[in-house]
């Protein structure tokens, strides 16, 4: 491809870009749509360009977003661009989507944690801290107003409270993840049909009920799942964060395991397609804890077991 058809291509592709970018700064509720858009010309660019060509991009992209809005929708440019980027070079070198997916999850995350630490230490105001305390300040009123009626139970219900925020404040590094795992994951379902229609390649994914992760993710579900019960650490500390983190997100991808062999049982079953999603939904919003403890048991018997080799054999 000769340099004028590229810088067309560009062109025309940066243009694309001005758009999203204006309505997902100037227009608020059409915004929660448009802003999944904004990596998909950085794909079709990448895809069709060198990496080198791809980073220029970028750099303009960036320059043009302070005409378009402040100097505060660069980071958005850099983040959304560099994710796109990744997604379409993986998909230039014909990497696998679970490759693509991982690498663009990976620089979503990587970004999103440069840019709150930079705003950190420009603004110095920890924004997630202050909002757990105000949050804290927030329960004390109404505690405070039950504890006219009887002590003990609004201390209990204080202490519970508090001990929730806690837990929150401790899982933040695996709610980073879990936030850039479903920011992508929505970007990739935006960008799948433009992608499609304006290249060769293309962003579907295997069907939910195909998924199957590593074997060795139940090894190290147990392993850490032993380590939560035996090592006595102090709830402020390193140890404490990491292994309450990596058991939080293992569990995550043990429940996905079951969700997803909850579809192929209904897909060998024949079951009206509503019944499993109808499931998730159930499960995800009563507040039974015993429904997610069955789905996650269903994740670790596919892992560890060939469970869906007899049910396809029996049919």
């Known amino acids: 491809m000769n340099n004028g058809r590229r810088v067309a291509e560009g062109g025309a592709l940066l243009a694309l870009y001005s758009i999203l970018l204006f309505i997902t700064i100037y227009v608020p509720l059409l915004s929660i749509v448009t802003f999944f858009f904004l990596p998909v010309p950085f794909i079709l660019f990448a895809i069709k360009q060198k990496l080198s060509w791809s980073m220029g991009y970028l750099f303009i992209a960036s320059l043009l977003s302070i005409l378009i809005g402040t100097i505060l929708s660069v980071p958005l440019t850099l983040l959304m661009g560099a994710t796109g980027i990744a997604i379409g070079y993986c998909l230039k070198k014909d990497k696998p989507m679970a490759t693509a997916f991982i690498s663009a999850v990976l620089v979503f995350l990587g970004g999103a944690i440069i840019i709150y630490a930079a705003s950190v230490l420009i603004?110095?105001?920890?924004?997630?801290?202050m909002a757990l305390n105000m949050l804290k300040q927030s329960v004390e009123n109404p505690v405070n107003i039950m504890g006219s009626l009887e002590q003990a139970q609004t201390e209990k219900i204080k202490t519970r409270m508090n001990d929730f925020i806690d837990m929150f404040y401790t899982l933040l590094p695996s709610l980073f993840v879990l936030m850039s795992v479903m920011m992508v994951l929505v970007i990739f379902l935006a960008a799948h049909p433009i992608?499609?229609?304006?290249?060769?390649?293309?962003?579907?994914?295997?069907?939910?009920?195909?998924?199957?992760?590593?074997?060795?993710?139940?090894?190290?579900?147990?392993?850490?799942?032993?380590?939560?019960?035996?090592?006595?650490?102090?709830?402020?500390?390193?140890?404490?964060?990491?292994?309450?983190?990596?058991?939080?997100?293992l569990q995550f991808f043990i429940l996905l395991q079951g969700y997803s062999l909850i579809f192929y049982i209904a897909h060998v079953k024949s079951w009206a397609k509503a019944i499993p999603v109808l499931i998730v939904?159930?499960?995800?919003?009563?507040?039974?804890?015993?429904?997610?403890?069955?789905?996650?048991?269903?994740?670790?018997?596919?892992?560890?077991?060939?469970?869906?080799?007899?049910?396809?054999?029996?049919?």
Not at 284 to 311: M, S
């Open 123 to 129: 603004t110095n105001v920890n924004y997630i801290e």
């Open 195 to 249: 992608v499609k229609r304006f290249s060769h390649k293309t962003l579907k994914w295997p069907h939910f009920r195909d998924l199957r992760l590593p074997k060795s993710l139940l090894w190290y579900y147990l392993i850490t799942m032993l380590l939560a019960l035996f090592v006595n650490t102090d709830k402020n500390s390193f140890v404490y964060m990491a292994i309450t983190n990596l058991f939080f997100i």
């Open 281 to 315: 939904v159930f499960s995800l919003l009563l507040p039974i804890p015993i429904i997610i403890t069955a789905v996650r048991f269903l994740g670790i018997i596919d892992l560890g077991f060939p469970f869906r080799e007899t049910i396809k054999k029996k049919e």
